[in-house]
């Protein structure tokens, strides 16, 4: 049997730490999505998703591109024992860039109550990652809306 797929919902009434940008959260069993906007433009987003057990996050951004992370939860420190509170997820090294073909799969099918133009905007970003560069930190902009 297939697994089922869950959807991104969107989280609303969200904390906006910046004035000059708007935030959304969207969020599912296995994924998180925050895009930022500046003038209802997206201007940058982070997908954060589970591979393999592992929590791993892509970010793309209008000035500094791409990056892609490993998500440290804080639970596998040395001694945890020792500690009362769990440390705060911290993003760690690059994720494996050989899991881009599911995670861009696995972002169309779970956006599919997300709106079409953001969708695709977030695809296309994800479609170019490796075609870039072999570095992890790559600027693009090609988006009409974002010249």
Not at 31 to 36: A, E, G
Not at 89 to 97: E, H, I, K, R, S
């Amino acid at each position: 049997m297939k697994a089922r797929t869950i959807m991104l919902h969107e989280i609303s009434h969200i904390r906006q730490s910046d004035r000059s940008l708007v935030k959304r959260w969207f969020t599912s069993r296995d994924m998180d999505l925050f895009v930022w906007f500046r003038r209802k433009m997206p201007v940058g987003f982070q997908l954060s998703f589970n591979i393999h057990g592992e929590k791993q996050a892509i970010s793309w951004d209008l000035q500094r591109g791409f990056h892609l992370y490993r998500v440290n939860s804080g639970e596998t420190r040395p001694f945890q024992y020792l500690y009362r509170y769990q440390t705060t997820p911290l993003l760690t090294g690059a994720c494996n860039q050989d899991d881009l073909v599911s995670i861009r799969r696995n972002f169309l099918v779970a956006s599919e109550n997300i709106e079409v133009g953001l969708t695709d905007f977030i695809y296309a970003r994800l479609m170019e990652y490796p075609s870039l560069s072999s570095k992890p930190h790559v600027s693009h902009i090609d988006h009409p809306a974002l010249r």
